[in-house]
């Protein structure tokens, strides 16, 4: 049994093939998923630690990739700080943020205390994993896309309410990105305190924001979080679907991966990113649905693209989609597996 992770040697830019893993939730497009979501919600699930450790280790079982990625959602902060949350399918915040007021009167406890189902299922994944050479991985959401579910209450088209607020009262919307910043920070410090190798930052809906806007009002709190991460040894990596033109802001965040979408092949993406900082991503999740001598021409297009970095993550350029065929999946993670540099 081998301890060696080859994610991790991805991020110390000195792994022997591109390490592969599947955004998120991996396992939602297998049967045996579905079987779960039968007997649970998706929040019973995320709050059921056995079920949820189950659920995190099927994509592993199927395709043996290199990383389990802890089976959560991106807005367990907000109900850490007491907002209340379901999905009618998609999240919605029964009591959304309208002013700072409504901010001010949440509580922000300690995370283990409101959330210590994600942490136990972290345990109980590490153990899972031991000696087995693969990476436990824990994710959040960015204090943006927190921010902008808050305040929005549920997904947006247009994010006018975050939007207005930014420019009506930025100081006061900052003052809110501040305490989620720091929220964030001790959240992903307590994935790590629970077993957690790396951390993933989504900020889903960054790529809403001009460069100038998210310099202002995304990246500053993002990197705070990034800064903290580091003074504990705990890798991050960043993450901004449709953020491509984001890329110089994210880099100057310092992360130490950056998991970028497929909406540029990812030889443009390795000329925006400095060597110093590794790449994760990226071939279209619909791509899986081509024929599998397809999807293996796709995939091998990236590998030789990166084979001169000893820091790229393979990965999908967004998460798995739920009707996704099995054939496709198999086709993309074996590729990676037999690559060779």
Not at 225 to 252: C, F, K, Q, W
Request: proline residues 7%.
């Amino acid at each position: 049994m081998s301890e060696k992770n080859l994610i991790l040697d991805a991020v110390a830019n000195k792994a022997e093939r591109s390490p592969v893993w599947m955004m998120r939730q991996a396992g939602r497009h297998l049967p045996e998923y579905r079987e779960y979501k039968e007997r649970y919600t998706f929040l019973e699930l995320c709050k059921t630690p056995d079920a949820a450790v189950d659920v995190s280790l099927q994509p592993l079982r199927r395709y043996d990739m290199d990383g389990v990625i802890c089976f959560s959602d991106i807005l367990v902060p907000l109900e850490a700080m007491g907002m209340e949350l379901d999905f009618n399918p998609g999240p919605v915040f029964a009591k959304p943020i309208r002013s700072i007021e409504d901010y001010r009167a949440l509580e922000i406890p300690p995370v283990e205390t409101n959330i210590p189902h994600i942490f136990e299922t972290l345990r109980l994944l590490k153990q899972e994993l031991k000696g087995k050479g693969k990476a436990l991985l824990g994710f959040t959401g960015a204090p943006f896309t927190l921010a902008s579910y808050a305040i929005e209450g549920k997904t947006s088209k247009n994010f006018e309410s975050i939007k207005s607020w930014s420019y009506h009262s930025p100081d006061t919307l900052k003052e809110i990105l501040e305490g989620l910043a720091d929220l964030v920070a001790d959240y992903v410090l307590a994935q790590q305190k629970a077993g957690a190798d790396l951390v993933q930052i989504f900020d889903t809906w960054a790529g809403q924001l001009s460069l100038e806007d998210y310099r202002e009002f995304a990246a500053p709190y993002t990197k705070r979080i990034i800064d903290r991460a580091r003074e504990h040894n705990l890798p991050i990596t960043l993450y901004i679907n449709g953020g491509s033109h984001l890329i110089p802001a994210m880099v100057e965040c310092k992360p130490d991966v950056i998991s970028v979408d497929w909406r540029l092949h990812i030889r443009d993406y390795l000329k925006m990113i400095p060597e110093e900082i590794a790449i994760q991503g990226n071939l279209d999740p619909a791509q899986l649905f081509a024929p599998p001598e397809q999807v293996r021409e796709k995939t091998l297009e990236i590998l030789e693209a990166t084979k001169h970095r000893s820091n790229h993550i393979l990965n999908l350029g967004h998460g798995i989609l739920p009707t996704t065929p099995i054939p496709g999946v198999e086709a993309f993670v074996d590729t990676a597996l037999n690559f060779k540099k």
